[in-house]
């Protein structure tokens, strides 16, 4: 059962208020941001990413969108075709049409790019209110509406085009998958950069950090969502934050609850964006490379909370 | 009323069967063949387009999607915030989180990408019976499913990163917006292209073809769907079949019922997309470029008739 | 645009707390009911109320639900038929299934019947915190869920067979409608009972006072949802609460905001229910009677503020 | 997977036309009645119907409609609450109002009320033409719509208040629940109805007869959808319509594939409608009745195939 409970005693009392806070305004992008690390990708960010792009070969990692994929929760995806054809015969030709109808948290459903909008923490505030607060400070009361978010929505997120650090885990450790409930250290990412030929220096600001847990092997089995795949712990979200992406991504979360303190720490409170459930059956062959062409863009459904997409990476 | 009628009397007889008939086999693409125009895109195809780029500027050619856009005929958009926060706090940090539910013809309301499950024709085949017969030959009986096609799907559309020719026949014809009902020829192509400094010979098979009626200065005004906008005649479609493109883009439709002939030659014979209702907002600025990289990739929405998206020109 | 502001200036302050506050617990049905003006309807209650009953003649007082129906605000109805049919042959017989897919503020369009949980207040509390209260002094935190009201979901309302009244205030007034904006007075109503040889003693705790505006006239045009149907005064709610009905029913809502005096005082603080947008098109024919059996039951649908359904009348 | 296959040498072969075929136009109701069994419900029978209340008590026979409740197939059922409140508050008292989202087969899942539309057969015609054809000969093309049936919708079925017969066959066979894969016989019918102190000469035209399968039992379980409960074999088909019932029920569908006969010759065949997955706890209790006022009205919906209710029983 979900309900919201006030519960004010154990609220963290801070001196937070609508304009400045732990976590805002955002040192890098201003009070009014609403696009968090989609901001570093400028012309030269671009330009940069595409010096990597050497085959024009196109590399799938994410997954087709069906009904009865695996879904946490109660969020659901249906799709209809009404009647077939939709459309009667037209014309001398008699041509007709298809429309499908698709009903779903269309933005929180299989390969999931989540928005500004999706993370928020229950604060209260130096006037003594108590309010939902979300990426650089913006409150329940500027962005609660039933029919979309009034701020933060995921149109803000400009197009991603940058160069992705692929870091896999799943190969550093010899194994198909990471064991569940396995805690990522920093350790395990600098040894997997290393096995990679790769130093953490080859990381620039804006990159996109891409964390294969091998979870995306159990796709389409409902162990997707039910089991506790690996997480990055304390440490890793510090170093992530510390490296400045625009953006990461995994074939899982790389969370857990209830903390959820990727959520809590990268896009709450740093506007890095995190893109779930990827899949890196592509990214399997033998001339394997680790920094590439990577390439997201949300779609701008306006007020949502995150969005579908369809990541690529070009060699 | 949108009802399904046959009429033997009046559907023309050809000699088609499940094998062979008037636009199939393709031959570009041979006959299992379900990805269509999206063939073009070879690695090659690829870095020949990302060679246009020179500044990685970044244009949005595509609306937004928002409750209350402009539709046609039944079709609807809606999307909800459940409860706000959807999810009740959690953890230390007590963080809570957001979904939006989406219910919607997805793929063919606002910026939209007609897949090869959209189109089809009422056929005769030589077997007397009569079905409905959509790209490559494929059949209703093939395809059709209440939960989504099960052939022609947009899914089996591949990633789209090509060389774009935009035609702006609005700034050839020296108006905001050409008129309604206008018929667009072949000349009117040309000269536009002259216009621009370019010669048909740059247009390269798997190019897209984009042009702008200035029509997308109506949205999301009504009459972006209630007007009519200016189309394609014959003569312009023959041609732009001829050029090969992997499909077709404008800020209309770039068709006219009820014979629908882009639709009907372009998409279903042809297998070259047609995105609709993009916006070229951001190609009126004084540093105009004409041919330039362009990137578009349906969702892979299994079963669905089209797919919204986020279409991007980099300069 | 719909937001949530909170204004604590402008709240006002009451002693209330979960257990007590100016409308709660609830005088008649006690502090833990859920089921407001529906428990009037006893075994006696329903055995008078068919009494009424002289030829089994039966008259339909709602409209049908369909697409295109006027709604308020951002309310939607769509109805779809997964593909024709649904579900392919079956059998020697080759029984073939339709199904429809409905997507829609399902308990609040069209005849809809507002359940306990649809109304509530943003108070004050005595601890000094602010939340919405609902019938019966439930607040959200007890009701609060994205996928359904935990309290007060309409599935909670008993079965209505009773005696209805109907006030036809359009007959009274010599009207085909009632003017837009106009207040409906006590004077109206007594002498509109008059005009149909009534008595208020007529009327018993329990029964269903229905008052026709000749509103119902308008459906389905636009008007009926963007007009300003005659409404409700101060004077005649406390009228009503005064009857004890078990709830209420008009061709319009009875009600006007931005007070919304019906759904607050009426529904929310004494929990009888309001029935809007009736068809009283039946009840203008010659043999008229003004006292008779009533029958509507909301549907159970678990956690709905509202909900559809088909008042019926039997003479 | 779900596809629609013609296949011609093995649909047998009538002489039907749209005005003649072997089941119309409907004997009792005639060649355009939409209504079926629910004709048999005028003035008489309702006021026979009410003559058997005794004492005004009600009793539920349906289910509620939830979140998880077992659904065949692909069927679904989801419910929102868009934010809380969904409407802001407004005037002196700040009112707020919710309102809820309801997406799902609503005529087909939980209690379901199966309608006119809902069941056909593939038929070849004189004219050598297939189609499929629905009660009293309605055929495809003149219903068929992708936003509703445009003939024989649920909204044509009138309100239901009859005398119900309960046939308790699990009682009877002195189970809680009748085996599954059980054919129900007309012995155990017959012999029913003796243990309750009845003769089929009870039963009149226009009666309600239902069935206790103590299926219920099982009910939210997925073995509800998932087991294979008892049916009626073609021996009870042919008493039911013999019987002329309005409607039959159970409390499971009295069904079986791939034959579905009872939809094929209860519903399709003779327009009595079937109500299904209903709900006997509430006649478990000691002063049981077997002949009683039944109440099922479906919504209103226009052109749906089905609707959901709430099945009354009052002693």
Redesign the interface.
Known sequence: ??????S?SI?PVYSQTQSEGPWWPNKLWGASDQSGGSNW???????KA?SL?K????F?L??????GMPMPG???Y???????????????????????????????VGTQFDGP???????RMKDG?T??VFYNGFT???????????KLGV?NV??I?TAAILIDLAAYKGVNTLPENYEITLADVRNALARQGMKESDIEPGDALLFNLGWWRFWPDKKTVEGKPAYGGRELIDWIISMKPCMIGSDASLDA????MV??KVI?ENGIFNLEFMNFESMQSGNQQYKFLF?F??????????S???P?A?F
């Not at 085959?55 to 196109?58: A, E, F, L, N, W």
């Open positions: 059962m979900l309900f919201f409970a006030v004010a609220v990708i400028t012309p030269e960010k671009v330009l595409f792009v085959t024009g070969k196109i799938e994410g997954h087709p969108y069906e009904r109660q969020r659901s249906n799709i209809f075709i009404p009647s077939f054809p939709t459309y009667a015969p037209s014309g001398k030709d008699k041509v007709v049409f298809n429309d499908e109808y698709v009903t779903a948290e269309i933005g929180q909008g999706h993370v928020g923490r229950l604060m209110t309010t939902n329940e009361d500027k962005m609660r509406d039933p029919y979309g978010l009034q149109e400009k197009p085009i609850g209830p903390e959820y959520h809590d709450l390439m863009s949300p779609l701008r459904l306006k007020g949502a909370t995150g579908p997409g369809r690529l070009v």
